[in-house]
């Protein structure tokens, strides 16, 4: 077990003066899945009236409204987590077993469904084909994550929140976002449900405890075959007790931390700020 505090601090600033906003903030966890949420809290800023509700992925959202003139807009979410993950059972179901499970759940049937920003060039196909060949679906998915990993680089500032699969292979580089898309996409591409998921990673594997780190806004992936299995793309990691989990969707559209609309000026500068201090 380890309990985690996470300090995620994020917002615009605007080229000038803006006369109202409309946003929505995913960026609180939920409990649940080998995680219990002990406090969490968002202060908004300049002062406004926020409405809380879980959206239909399962994800806690505060959407809100700001009617005054502002000339930037500042985000603090803080919550500590307790975290304690159980090992996934293995082996799973077999390939006609997952078809059949997936045909009649439609949690399933939304996450085999490709997206813009998930749709796979022929390459990742034909990686994810050869991946997962003479493998059940457990072991496929897990072979298949491995095989994106090691064709992609993490290189940040390649890529946008935009950017496709496609691109991001193209490109042979990316964020976890981008390595998370391609995941989806290769994994889906052979009959494997797949999701994304968004949520912080703790980066010193040492896992210190006292010490604040700077930490990330990180993206993975959960598969189904039989039950739902995380795995950590970007770090040919297991999901762990240096995970937490803030939200689903099919891809990262779904779950971005902070978005919204505006009126006033066009030019508008997004910050973020992650602090991670293990307490337990």
């Known amino acids: 077990m380890s309990r985690l505090r996470v300090r995620h601090v994020t917002g615009y600033r605007y080229g000038g003066q803006v006369t109202r906003s409309y946003n929505e903030a995913r960026m609180l966890p939920s409990s649940g899945d080998g995680q219990l949420v002990l406090t969490a809290g968002l202060e908004i800023s300049p002062m406004s009236g926020s409405h809380g509700y879980v959206d239909y992925w399962g994800t806690r959202v505060n959407s809100f409204e700001i009617l005054t003139p502002h000339e930037g807009l500042s985000l603090t979410a803080t919550s500590l987590v307790e975290v304690t ?3 996934h059972e293995e082996p799973g179901l077999d390939r006609e077993g997952l078809a059949a499970a997936a045909a009649a759940s439609v949690a399933c049937q939304e ?11 022929d390459e990742v196909r ?9 493998l059940e679906p457990c072991a496929a998915a897990l072979a298949i994550c491995r095989a994106v990993h090691e064709r992609m680089v993490y290189m940040a500032g390649v ?10 292979w193209a490109q042979g580089r990316g964020v976890c976002q981008d ?13 494997v449900p797949a999701r994304y998921v968004s949520g912080y990673l703790h980066p010193d594997p040492a896992f210190p405890l006292g010490v604040t780190v700077t930490g990330e806004s990180h993206a993975w992936v959960e598969w189904y075959c039989g039950s739902w299995r995380g795995y950590d793309p970007t770090n040919d990691l ?18 971005a ?24």
């Open 238 to 255: 297991e999901i762990g007790e240096r995970h937490v989990l803030v939200g689903r969707g099919r891809d990262y559209s779904d779950v």
């Open 126 to 134: 034909e990686l994810a084909a050869q991946a997962a060949e003479g």
């Open 179 to 191: 390595i998370a898309h391609i995941a989806l996409g290769a994994l889906r591409s052979v009959g």
């Open 257 to 280: 931390p902070l978005r919204g609309i505006y009126a006033g000026p066009s030019g508008s500068r997004l910050f973020v700020e992650v602090e991670i201090t293990r307490e337990a």
């Open 111 to 121: 996450q085999l469904e490709q997206t813009p920003l998930t749709a796979p060039p």
């Open 159 to 168: 890529t946008g929140v935009q950017s496709t699969a496609q691109e991001s």
């Open 85 to 87: 993950r159980q090992p």
